[in-house]
């Protein structure tokens, strides 16, 4: 049977000696303040490791043998069956004494049943007391073990967390690309060179998502200057009839936020908000303070029929999830259509 001993179990059991030895070294300590005496400072300490020697005896098997050997690998009756032989064995060596060898040392007779009373009240006592160390060394171990899983599970839920961030930073790229680019291609059409020049920005588009955007958190400016770049590149399939408005302001440099937050949300404003004979009108506005992040944008509602499912709404799913795992319980998610104008708001806790 193999037995894995980490650090953590070595800088727990080198914990408990010390206590244990603090223990032991109190009366010596106390004698030697009061009598100035080594000698009786000897006695003391004679006398203190003989009387906590069987109880650090039996605290210790427990915690170090009979617990992880026996309790937690599916031996539990070993456990209890070990700790009682143990007390059946002690009860034994002292009750198996003569009482004469105790009561023969005094005459009188009233102290001689005192003493006898005595004698098995604290050898009583101190099988309580072994009885009782067994059980402090089950909890100790109990307690450092709960704590050690729980510590594993956050651990892991905080890995499955990380893996399914960038598992959803990973599909938002490709959705991000997909619709731009489909949006490039119906440029093309239009005006040739006019698209060649959104390309070279849809480039450096490209090259702040893959780069600049591998960290948790990014400058709020960047994120920023990113969006009115995507937004521009959007407006020039947009005709005459479509408004496009944007307040964007520059925000305090130490701001910080997850990247490719609100990107969908541009996407889907421009995706299901602009027709091409029909009026629309997009507003995207963000504010800011040392606390606070509100990201609204309102669009005409113009949804696209089950034959166009070009980003298919996995986008918006993202953002939600990426919302709930980066800013649980520091979030607000607002939306509604009203009078065929679709509104959604975030603000964000910073």
Known sequence: M????????????????VVWLVLI??????????????????????????????????YFVNFCVLIPLCYYRGRRWLFFLSNALFLCGTAWHYFSVDPRTITDMQPHEELKKAMLIGYYASTAFFLFVYAALAGLALLVHHTVRTREIKRQLQEEKQKHTEAELEWLKNQ?????????????????????????????????????????????????????????????????????????????????????????????????????????????????SLTTDERQLTFVCDNTNYPKDDQNRSGSGIGVENTKRRLELIYHDRYTWEHSLENNIYHVKITIQL
Not at 2 to 17: A, F, H, P, S
Not at 49 to 55: C, E, F, K, N, W
Request: with cysteine; net charge neutral.
């Open 2 to 17: 193999k037995v894995k001993i980490t650090k953590r179990d070595l800088e727990l059991l080198g914990i408990q000696i």
């Open 25 to 58: 070294m109190v009366p010596a300590i106390t004698t030697f303040f009061s009598t100035h005496s080594w000698t009786d400072t000897y006695r003391a300490m004679s006398y203190s490791m003989r009387i906590t020697a069987m109880p650090a005896g039996v």
């Open 172 to 284: 938002l790229n490709p959705h991000f690309l997909f619709n731009t680019l489909n949006n490039i291609s119906s440029l093309v059409q239009i005006d040739a060179d006019q698209a060649q020049d959104s390309i070279a920005q849809l480039s450096d588009l490209l090259r702040y998502a893959m780069y600049e955007t591998r960290h948790e958190k990014v400058p709020l400016k960047g994120e920023i200057e990113f969006m009115q770049n995507y937004i521009d590149l959007m407006k020039l399939r947009c005709n005459e009839k479509t408004t496009v408005n944007s307040q964007l302001p520059t925000p305090n440099a130490q701001l910080e936020i997850a990247p490719l937050l609100f990107i969908s949300l541009i996407e889907n404003a421009f995706k299901h908000g602009v027709s091409s004979g029909r009026e629309s009108q997009i507003n995207i």
